[in-house]
């Protein structure tokens, strides 16, 4: 491994060499009918020969200058330094040749001396439009990425170009967690090309393994022009790696009345029990779940869980002022759930499941809110299906569309068997606006959820902010005086969720996020009494806070239909 330094000084000084070398070749006499005059093989023989100041002085003695002209002077002035002079004759000559893939590869090469490879990327492009297999465009863009940090772009343009060599694979610093486990999980090895699919491929099954939060993959340049793939991670292991970090993780949900017992890494196997214990009278909740991979495979990997809830509920069309109970119940229920996940390529992700369950609904108040299906009491068995597609990935733009789609069938057996289900599908959009860092990260999700049959009032959809919701409305919050209700119920369901984050301040141990965002959505049930019977607008901003690992969010949203204000705090996974 060479200092960074050195590294750029590398490429930019074989990328100097190339461009001169390309220069050199291209002098060809003009295409297609130019009108000739006597200065021009002057000046064609100059260029050749590398005298730059005399190709400037000829080219400037002409009145009139062709596209060839203006290539040559461009060229030249670039050489002496001239960047703004350069850039001008270039833009010139481009303008009169737009299907001229030299005007923006110099033009590239001037951005690219003067350190904006912002500008340099752009110019890339243009020419690779015109010539998708140059393969000195595609080098050139691949080392402008690569200086940006931007590795995935970088891979994709070397590829074309049947680079990068990995010389070596390294992890800095060494984790605890099994080396065979973790060798299986990198899907590519020293003495090959690193190909991008290759690289989203291990980050999928490195996520999977759910012990690194923090990772990254560097390539350090060799001085033999090949590459050394480094992988740093922050991992989990039991506790917490520190006595501050596990009594953080444990005590995080103490102000919600809850703990968070969670052992991470079990054995150095990634297997992690994932547990809470929740005391609220109005909401107890006692869940645990257990994962790990199959047989040392990072690509598959199963999960157990236990779930009991004894939880108060009032249903209410708002969370705040006047609003008279429409039905209360205690609801009580016991799962069993189990699943296997597989992690099936760059792109692809699939689970399948099963849950058995039982409820029992108790100190029921309704008068036609809720019906006797969906008060069925009893066993339910349910099965569950899920995939997970990337549509779409720019690295270029540090952009990806992810589409997922999941199926639930269930059979409740009460007085009455009934059988239901449930289907699901999202689009996740998420880019990151600069080369490298997280800076401003913007999200946005559309999710749509649709069921059939008759279901029970626990699978019944809510859109509101709640401890055991996923589907947030940030100025509609689900629970009153501590008892769920307070957020709109229903079978079927659109909800959007727009954010975007600005990073304040970070120091590996710290960080802080501010950002803006905006939900609206839209829920219905063949019930009267149920459903939001409009869309639902809610904007605000909302604040990210990050210490050791634990996070904890806090919002601030305001109904644009009906001006409430909600302000609510909750802890990141």
Same mark, same amino acid.
């Given at each position: 491994?060479?200092? !960074?330094?050195?590294?750029?000084?590398?490429?930019?000084?074989?990328?100097?060499?190339?461009?001169?070398?390309?220069?050199?070749?291209?002098?060809?006499?003009?295409?297609?009918?130019?009108?000739?005059? %006597?200065?021009?093989?002057?000046?064609?023989?100059?260029?050749?020969? *590398?005298?730059?100041?005399?190709?400037?002085?000829?080219?400037?003695?002409? %009145?009139?200058?062709?596209?060839?002209?203006?290539?040559?002077?461009?060229?030249?002035?670039?050489?002496?330094?001239?960047?703004?002079?350069?850039?001008?004759?270039?833009?010139?000559?481009?303008?009169?040749?737009?299907?001229?893939?030299?005007?923006?590869?110099?033009?590239?090469?001037?951005?690219?001396?003067?350190?904006?490879?912002?500008?340099?990327?752009?110019?890339?492009? $243009?020419?690779?439009?015109?010539?998708?297999?140059?393969?000195?465009?595609?080098?050139?863009?691949?080392?402008?990425?690569?200086?940006?940090?931007?590795?995935?772009?970088?891979?994709?343009?070397?590829?074309?170009?049947?680079?990068?060599?990995?010389?070596?694979?390294?992890?800095?610093?060494?984790?605890?967690?099994?080396?065979?486990?973790?060798?299986?999980?990198?899907?590519?090895?020293?003495?090959?090309?690193?190909?991008?699919?290759?690289?989203?491929?291990?980050?999928?099954?490195?996520?999977?393994?759910?012990?690194?939060?923090?990772?990254?993959?560097?390539?350090?340049?060799?001085?033999?022009?090949?590459?050394?793939?480094?992988?740093?991670?922050?991992?989990?292991?039991?506790?917490?790696?520190?006595?501050?970090?596990? #009594?953080?993780? &444990?005590?995080?949900?103490?102000?919600?009345?809850?703990?968070?017992?969670?052992?991470?890494? #079990?054995?150095?196997?990634?297997?992690?029990?994932?547990?809470?214990?929740?005391?609220?009278?109005?909401?107890?909740?006692?869940?645990?779940?257990?994962?790990?991979?199959?047989?040392?495979?990072?690509?598959?990997?199963?999960?157990?869980?236990?779930? &009991?809830?004894?939880?108060?509920?009032?249903? $209410?069309?708002?969370?705040?002022?006047?609003?008279?109970?429409? +039905?209360?119940?205690?609801?009580?229920?016991?799962?069993?759930?189990?699943?296997?996940?597989?992690?099936?390529?760059? !792109?692809?992700?699939?689970?399948?499941?099963?849950?058995?369950?039982?409820?029992?609904?108790?100190?029921?108040?309704?008068?036609?809110?809720?019906?006797?299906? /969906?008060?069925?009491?009893?066993?339910?068995?349910?099965?569950? =299906?899920?995939?997970?597609?990337?549509?779409?990935?720019?690295?270029?733009?540090?952009?990806?569309?992810?589409?997922?789609?999941?199926?639930?069938?269930?059979?409740?057996?009460?007085?009455?068997?009934?059988?239901?289900?449930? &289907?699901?599908?999202?689009?996740? =959009?998420?880019?990151?606006?600069?080369?490298?860092?997280?800076?401003?990260?913007?999200?946005?999700?559309?999710?749509?959820?649709?069921?059939?049959?008759?279901?029970?009032?626990? *699978?019944?959809?809510? /859109?509101?902010?709640?401890?055991?919701?996923?589907?947030?409305?940030? +100025?509609?919050?689900?629970? !009153?005086?501590?008892?769920?209700? %307070?957020?709109?119920?229903?079978?079927?369901?659109? &909800?959007?969720?727009?954010?975007?984050?600005?990073?304040?301040?970070?120091?590996?141990?710290?960080?802080?996020?501010?950002?803006?965002?905006?939900?609206?959505?839209?829920?219905?049930?063949? %019930?009267?009494?149920?459903?939001?019977?409009?869309?639902? #607008?809610?904007?605000?901003?909302?604040?990210?806070?990050?210490? /050791?690992?634990?996070?904890?969010?806090?919002?601030?949203?305001?109904?644009?239909?009906?001006?409430?204000?909600?302000?609510?705090?909750?802890?990141?996974?």
């Amino acid at each position: 491994m060479i200092p !960074r330094a050195a590294a750029l000084l590398l490429i930019a000084s074989s990328l100097l060499q190339a461009g001169e070398k390309q220069a050199g070749e291209k002098p060809a006499a003009p295409r297609g009918q130019v009108q000739q005059n %006597s200065d021009t093989p002057t000046t064609q023989q100059l260029f050749a020969q *590398e005298h730059w100041q005399q190709v400037v002085q000829s080219v400037e003695s002409n %009145s009139q200058r062709s596209p060839d002209l203006n290539y040559y002077y461009g060229v030249a002035l670039a050489h002496l330094a001239r960047w703004d002079d350069a850039r001008q004759a270039l833009l010139t000559g481009s303008r009169e040749r737009i299907d001229d893939k030299r005007f923006p590869l110099e033009l590239a090469g001037v951005a690219f001396k003067q350190k904006d490879y912002g500008q340099a990327a752009f110019y890339l492009r $243009r020419a690779l439009r015109l010539d998708p297999r140059d393969s000195y465009a595609n080098d050139f863009l691949a080392t402008t990425y690569f200086l940006q940090g931007n590795y995935e772009a970088a891979l994709q343009y070397w590829n074309r170009a049947g680079k990068p060599e990995i010389d070596d694979v390294r992890v800095e610093p060494q984790p605890r967690v099994n080396p065979v486990l973790l060798d299986h999980a990198f899907a590519f090895s020293p003495a090959s090309t690193l190909h991008l699919d290759d690289l989203l491929a291990t980050q999928a099954r490195l996520d999977g393994l759910g012990i690194f939060p923090l990772r990254r993959f560097d390539l350090k340049a060799r001085p033999d022009g090949k590459f050394d793939a480094v992988f740093h991670a922050v991992e989990r292991n039991g506790w917490g790696n520190s006595k501050l970090e596990a #009594l953080l993780r &444990l005590f995080r949900g103490l102000p919600y009345q809850e703990i968070h017992p969670e052992y991470y890494n #079990l054995g150095g196997n990634a297997i992690n029990i994932i547990s809470l214990l929740r005391w609220d009278a109005q909401k107890r909740r006692v869940s645990s779940e257990l994962s790990g991979p199959f047989a040392q495979d990072p690509t598959w990997r199963y999960r157990l869980g236990v779930d &009991l809830r004894n939880e108060n509920w009032e249903l $209410r069309n708002s969370f705040t002022g006047p609003a008279p109970v429409a +039905a209360a119940l205690n609801l009580r229920r016991e799962e069993l759930r189990a699943d296997v996940t597989r992690f099936a390529g760059p !792109r692809l992700r699939w689970s399948a499941g099963g849950e058995l369950s039982h409820r029992d609904y108790r100190n029921v108040f309704s008068a036609t809110t809720l019906t006797p299906q /969906l008060l069925a009491k009893g066993y339910e068995l349910k099965q569950s =299906s899920q995939v997970n597609y990337e549509l779409l990935r720019v690295p270029e733009n540090r952009f990806t569309l992810t589409s997922g789609l999941s199926l639930e069938g269930g059979r409740i057996w009460s007085r009455s068997v009934q059988s239901f289900a449930k &289907l699901q599908g999202s689009l996740d =959009s998420h880019w990151f606006p600069r080369a490298r860092d997280d800076d401003y990260e913007t999200r946005w999700r559309i999710r749509a959820g649709k069921t059939v049959g008759q279901i029970p009032f626990d *699978e019944l959809f809510m /859109l509101g902010l709640e401890r055991d919701n996923d589907l947030p409305l940030r +100025a509609h919050i689900g629970t !009153r005086d501590g008892r769920k209700g %307070s957020a709109p119920l229903g079978r079927n369901y659109v &909800l959007s969720n727009f954010e975007s984050d600005k990073k304040v301040y970070s120091n590996g141990l710290f960080s802080f996020k501010l950002g803006p965002f905006v939900d609206a959505g839209r829920i219905t049930d063949t %019930s009267a009494a149920l459903g939001s019977r409009r869309w639902l #607008l809610d904007a605000g901003v909302q604040a990210k806070i990050s210490v /050791l690992g634990v996070g904890v969010v806090l919002s601030y949203g305001r109904d644009l239909h009906t001006g409430h204000g909600a302000f609510y705090s909750s802890v990141a996974p």
